[in-house]
């Protein structure tokens, strides 16, 4: 029987990563495998089913359309967000009627709640994003239909997680009202399997100082892996120690077309030191045993480099607001891509952060646990 349909933003590799690590603790606490049943789509499919859980591959996979770093096209973008949303709702109607769980679990998937709230079922929506604020200017006023329509499918979810801490969530949109049940667990990330010294091991970093480049899920980071190897050949000599570069490029982004600006064109292969990787299921530990990461500023990398104490760099996808948000919050902007030589050094040099201790997965589990049962 499937107690909990757990309903994944296909958009990128983020949201399936933070709820892949809400799973494994509500399976800790004692919830069957075979009880949850994810509902998503794209290459956050493949990535949740390789954690061992039960998948529906049934949404069509969206994402940023970026050209060089930018989001261009952020109207059209939206018009077809729109489209997106009818198409997920209609989907979820059917699976909520087949599947009759007694808890719905959406990551972003507002679909989901709005079909939940109308079946009389259970619902909990996790998200980082109360309003967005793509447009400007004529075009804006789309947006703001879209948001107030947000505004109310947050309204009525019975329970709202977000995660991150409330001091750090300063774009609150002014209609979520005061009877919206609001609870800020921390970062949700997921939990390394070993230390860091043997991790550095089973990666071969151990004899080196590691930078690691991650783009997530889509193929929008392609400007980024790009900067990151112009960058780092006309810096690697400055290194005094023995230093490589490891790229994880994602399943969106073709492995072969990496460093062809640069004579090199390999499945996989060293050059200048670079090691290339396609997708990598546990890259929350890679990230964990690197020295330095170097990212796009998703929420889901940002927070694993900070709950693990590994120094990073964050450059946003221009005219992403969330990403913009995000990386402005750690000091960084778009235009940083242009430095990021001088950057590698200087972070590098900082040596190990704090790691700041989070158990956001499991207070996640305990709020969902406490709706399944009550």
């Not at 499919?45 to 952020?74: E, P």
């Not at 889901?300 to 913009?324: C, K, L, N, W």
């Amino acid at each position: 029987m499937v107690r909990i349909l757990f309903f994944t933003s296909p958009i990128g590799l983020g949201h399936a990563s933070r709820d892949v690590a809400i799973v494994n603790e509500l399976v800790s606490a004692g919830i069957e495998m075979d009880e949850i049943v994810f509902v998503t789509g794209g290459v956050a499919s493949q990535h949740i089913r390789d954690h061992g859980y039960n998948v529906v591959d049934a949404y069509r996979g969206k994402s940023i359309n970026a050209s060089n770093g930018i989001f261009s096209n952020r109207l059209l973008w939206l018009l077809d967000y729109i489209s997106f949303y009818r198409e997920c709702k209609e989907i979820a109607s059917s699976l909520i009627d087949k599947y009759r769980p007694e808890l719905i679990v959406s990551d972003e998937d507002f679909a989901s709640i709005t079909v939940g709230r109308l079946r009389g079922i259970k619902n909990v929506l996790i998200t980082d994003v109360l309003e967005s604020r793509f447009l400007h200017g004529p075009s804006s006023l789309v947006e703001r239909f879209l948001n107030r329509y947000l505004s109310d499918i947050i309204t009525r979810a019975d329970m709202v997680i977000l995660p991150m801490y409330k001091d750090e969530h300063k774009h609150v949109h002014t209609s979520v009202g005061s009877n919206t049940i609001i609870t800020y667990v921390g970062p949700i990330v997921r939990r390394v399997s070993k230390d860091r010294d043997e991790l550095r091991r089973v990666f071969g970093f151990h004899n080196y100082k590691t930078i690691l480049v991650s783009v997530g899920g889509t193929s929008s980071g392609m400007f980024l892996i790009e900067k990151a190897i112009d960058s780092y050949m006309k810096v690697v000599d400055r290194f005094n120690i023995p230093t490589k570069m490891v790229i994880v490029c994602g399943p969106a982004i073709d492995i072969r077309r990496i460093g062809s600006n640069h004579g090199y064109n390999n499945d996989r292969g060293v050059m200048h030191s670079i090691e290339l990787y396609g997708y990598v299921k546990n890259l929350h530990e890679m990230i964990y045993a690197a020295d330095l990461l170097i990212s796009l500023a998703g929420r889901s990398s940002m927070d694993e480099a900070r709950v693990y104490g590994t120094p990073a760099i964050f450059i946003p996808i221009d005219e992403h607001f969330e990403q913009e948000d995000n990386a402005k919050n750690h000091g960084f902007f778009h235009d940083d891509v242009d430095r990021l030589g001088d950057l590698m050094l200087e972070y590098l040099a900082y040596g190990r952060r704090e790691a700041r201790c989070s158990n956001g997965a499991a207070k996640a589990a305990d709020i969902i646990i406490k709706y399944l049962t009550q």
